[in-house]
């Protein structure tokens, strides 16, 4: 089975030795809570002088802190540190299968691979086998690319997204005799997780040929001459977008053929299917403030006009009629987005809509409405109550989105390109990947 048709890569994994405490050393992914310091703190309390990859990353919340340098330079050391005194030990080449309980989902399983850069394009309109499920902010690499450019392990909490209903690839492995290599809590609500390896060439051409089967029966021909969209990121796409730029100048920077045998060419993920029971898609939300309600509603209604759609608005009595007119009005010829403003209520009802998605058309508005209303101020909100709460204060309005469809997500980015930013959560920042298997990223 060629690996590299469907952009899969077997890595060598490493492990914290039988010794490490490892609910202290796995730390939840850097881009959360980076507004909570207590939380932060509460972690650095429990890690105290253990092995940690606490010291092997760059919470977001330090960012801004001044010293930025000397932190990336102390990461460095530390990864040399690890790997030279046996904290970290490799194991077999293989995958982990993974299965994490947290306080929202008895089970999410998932599989850590690593996958071929090669086969990903972060750009808008791209047809690659991996792509973005949200807009990449280049603007936000730089920091990342300091990071990881000088280090010598990675270590993921990406997790990327593949469309199995039928759950062919992930769930048949927990049917199989497997060595367990991990079993322990997590720290700070993060729930519990097991590992087992994988590395029986056996059960992996089987993982290779279900994958295979996602993509269609011509996969082995030239990827780049079709549309196969085969992995879509869910969490950590800068991340993974991160390892792509380093690789690119690795490539850029290299004098013959043997940088394709580079290990920075792969990225370490961990896949997880869209259809798994314990993985929530959970909506954003949007309030404007600093706005007319009444001139919002006008200037959404001229720019549908504009794009040759049929907007208009229903009003309504309470938010409860709101959203049960918007749920009987939607399909895939109206788009209906329930809204609130000071105590008032309705629905923009938006016909033959060219984009796929609520969320795509509202945003669509959205953007063009802040260019030209520089006062204006948007925010993205998680739960319906706090959007009834902000939208009730003068000078607001709020947007009720619906929670996005795991059948949708594939079919609107092979048709739209990447969503707009904030079109959904993958659960709780509590359930968000911690930090835990390594992998070389330099020979």
């Not at 996602?214 to 869910?234: H, K, P, Q, T, W």
Request: hydrophobic residues 40%.
């Amino acid at each position: 089975m060629n690996l590299n048709n469907i952009g899969l890569n077997i890595p060598t994994i490493l492990l914290p030795n039988p010794e490490i405490d490892l609910s202290r050393w796995a730390v939840i992914a850097c881009d959360q809570y980076t507004s909570q310091a207590d939380y932060w703190n509460q972690v650095k309390e429990i890690v105290a002088d253990a092995p940690s990859t606490l010291r092997l990353t760059f919470p977001e919340i330090y960012l801004e802190d001044s010293d930025k340098e000397e932190r990336i330079s102390k990461i460095n050391q530390t990864m040399e540190q690890y790997l030279g005194d046996g904290t970290l030990k490799e194991q077999k080449s293989g995958f982990i299968l993974v299965d994490r309980k947290t306080t929202h989902a008895a089970s999410r399983k998932g599989l850590i691979v690593a996958l071929d850069l090669e086969h990903y394009d972060y750009s808008a309109n791209s047809k690659s086998l991996i792509r973005a499920t949200e807009g990449t902010i280049v603007e936000r690499l730089p920091p990342r690319i300091k990071v990881r450019e000088n280090a010598k392990i990675e270590l993921p909490h990406i997790m990327v997204l593949i469309d199995d209903p039928e759950k062919t690839v992930i769930e048949p492995l927990f049917q199989l005799d497997l060595e367990k290599v991990y079993d322990f809590d997590l720290m700070l609500n993060g729930g519990h997780i097991q590992g087992y390896m994988i590395d029986n060439p056996n059960h992996i051409n089987a993982i290779a040929k279900a994958i295979t089967n996602l993509a269609g029966s011509d996969i082995n021909n030239a990827v780049d001459e079709r549309d196969i969209l085969l992995f879509a990121m869910g969490d950590g796409n800068h991340s993974f977008a991160t390892a792509k730029a380093i690789w690119e100048k690795n490539k850029a920077e290299a004098t013959d053929d043997s940088i394709m045998e580079h290990p920075s060419r792969y990225a370490l993920v961990e896949l997880v299917n869209l259809h798994d029971e314990g993985l929530e898609f959970e909506a954003i939300h949007r309030v404007l403030f600093k706005i007319s309600p009444e001139k919002v509603l006008e200037r959404m209604e001229r720019f549908f006009l504009e794009g040759g759609m049929e907007p208009f608005f229903k009003a309504c009595t309470s938010i409860e009629e709101a959203k049960k007119i918007a749920a009987s009005e939607t399909n895939g010829k109206t788009h209906a987005i329930p809204f609130m403003a000071q105590g008032s209520f309705g629905v923009a009802l938006i016909q033959h809509p060219t984009l796929t998605l609520e969320v795509a058309s509202l945003q669509a508005f959205l953007d063009n409405f802040l260019k030209h209303s520089f006062s204006a101020e948007l925010d993205y909100i998680h739960g319906e109550d706090a959007v009834l709460e902000l939208s009730g204060k003068p000078d607001s309005i709020g947007f009720l989105l619906p929670a996005l469809s795991k059948f949708s997500l594939f079919k609107s980015i092979a048709k739209d390109g990447a969503l707009p930013r904030k079109t959904f959560s993958m659960g709780e920042a509590d359930e968000k990947r911690f930090y835990l298997e390594c992998r070389k990223i330099t020979p």
